[in-house]
């Protein structure tokens, strides 16, 4: 049985600094890219960032390039998002996600696995 932990979540203030980590398990054959998306309130579940496991190939969304950093530790099954210089409107649900393959991982419905989300506020 999959399952995806998130931690991490917790109440900053715009322009701090927090780190997400995911911890996969039971991750079946064929799943080859990890990765973030985030839902506020009142929103659509949007794509954040996602890695491969095949070869690190990394990729965000335009709206977090420069300021979020994906990482993996292969040996602990571990997923990272370091998000620097937050903003207020990026206060939401983040959830951590697995897939088959990017470019398709980016979109909600190609998902295949989803953890229980962490959340994260933003104050201004």
């Known amino acids: 049985q999959v399952q995806l932990v998130e931690s991490g979540g917790g109440l900053v203030q715009a322009g701090g600094s927090l780190r997400l980590s995911c911890v996969a398990s039971g991750l079946t054959f064929g799943i080859d890219v990890m990765g973030w998306f985030r839902q506020a309130p009142g929103k659509e579940r949007e794509f954040v960032a996602g890695?491969?496991?095949?070869?690190?190939?990394?990729y965000y969304a335009d709206s977090v390039k420069g300021r979020f950093t994906i990482s993996r530790d292969n040996g602990k099954n571990t997923v990272y998002l370091q998000m620097n210089s937050l903003k207020p409107e990026e206060t939401a649900v983040y959830y951590c996600a697995a897939g088959l393959n990017y470019p398709l991982f980016q979109f909600v419905s190609n998902v295949k696995y989803w953890g229980k989300g962490t959340l994260v506020t933003v104050s201004s």
């Open positions: 890695i491969k496991w095949s070869d690190r190939s990394t």
